[in-house]
């Protein structure tokens, strides 16, 4: 299931007035639950997770949506001869670079990250997603700014590959 769909999927939740919907195929597990604090079901392996939270700020999440496949944010290498790499928004909406406003942010330039470190947050219908590596390295360049929106395959990070 692509990002897209898993956004269509969850406004159609939206409009419908539902407060729990669970979903299960075999290669992926759903469950958005609107009013609630119980974390969901996720699959073996996890790239990306997308959380939803209270409407206020991106303080803790209360469901998770998950999806083994769902995102591409770390593939493509910079132009010319540099070998630094470029991780891309796998979504529209607003970038957070830490879970709250009084934490620290996920990374921060000279910071080394691995596959699976989560680097920041993008917060897309009032659902908080965490957007994780797919590489190692280290942090070179910031290239959004805190709490503004992002474009889906937007530059997010600039890393050199470890």
């Known amino acids: 299931m692509e990002t897209r769909e898993i956004q269509k999927l969850i406004d159609f939740i939206a409009q419908s ?7 299960e195929t075999t290669d992926l597990k759903i469950k958005v639950k609107r009013y609630g604090s119980a974390p969901a079901a996720s699959p073996t392996s996890v790239p990306a997770a997308v959380t939803a ?11 998770a949506v998950t999806h083994s496949a769902q995102t591409e944010p770390t593939a493509q290498a910079e132009s010319g001869s540099s070998n630094l790499i470029t991780i891309k928004s796998p979504m529209i909406g607003t970038f957070y670079r830490a879970s709250s406003p009084d934490t620290p ?19 897309a219908m009032k659902l908080f ?16 700014e805190n709490a503004t929106p992002v474009e889906f395959d937007q530059p997010l990070f600039i890393v050199e590959p470890a």
């Open 17 to 23: 007035g539902l407060d729990e919907v669970n979903i």
């Open 53 to 63: 939270a209270p409407t206020t700020a991106p303080p803790v999440p209360t469901t």
């Open 105 to 123: 942010a996920f990374v921060s330039i000279g910071d080394e990250i691995k596959p699976g470190k989560v680097v920041c947050v993008i917060e």
């Open 129 to 144: 997603n965490e957007i994780e590596s797919e590489i190692s390295g280290k942090i070179v360049k910031v290239l959004v």
